[in-house]
């Protein structure tokens, strides 16, 4: 079982920058493929960014390319993502999530992640 929490939401302008980070605690975190998801009103889950179990691989979603940033550090069981050039489409709650799965690619399918996190806001304002 891992568990997930989420910090660093705010309210940020325009063009501003937030990190969010994702605490994990239970077991063996180091072999979990990680990704970040978010969810604006109205809209479906969408995923954001993904980096395998050794951070070695990581994938954006066109969105997000160039302005984001996902990384891991296993000794503190934290997984970040660094957003930059925010912009009033990226207000949403973002969710962290961990994969049971031992792949070797960044998962980049919601139904590839069996652990979440409680999500945290991030909301962008023009």
């Known amino acids: 079982q891992v568990q997930l929490v989420e910090s660093g939401g705010g309210l940020v302008q325009v063009g501003g920058s937030l990190r969010l980070s994702c605490a994990a605690s239970?077991?063996?975190?180091?072999?979990?493929?990680m990704g970040w998801f978010r969810q604006a009103p109205g809209k479906e889950r969408e995923i954001v960014a993904a980096?395998?179990?050794?951070?070695?691989?990581?994938w954006y979603a066109e969105s997000v390319k160039g302005r984001f940033a996902i990384s891991r550090d296993s000794a503190k069981n934290t997984v970040y993502l660094q957003m930059n050039s925010l912009k009033p489409d990226d207000t949403a709650v973002y969710y962290c999530?961990?994969?049971?799965?031992?792949?070797?690619?960044?998962?980049?399918?919601?139904?590839?992640?069996?652990?979440w996190g409680q999500g945290t806001q991030v909301t962008v304002s023009s």
């Open positions: 999530a961990a994969s049971g799965s031992l792949t070797m690619a960044p998962i980049t399918y919601q139904a590839g992640y069996n652990y």
């Open positions: 239970g077991r063996a975190f180091g072999t979990h493929p």
């Open positions: 980096i395998t179990w050794s951070g070695a691989s990581t």
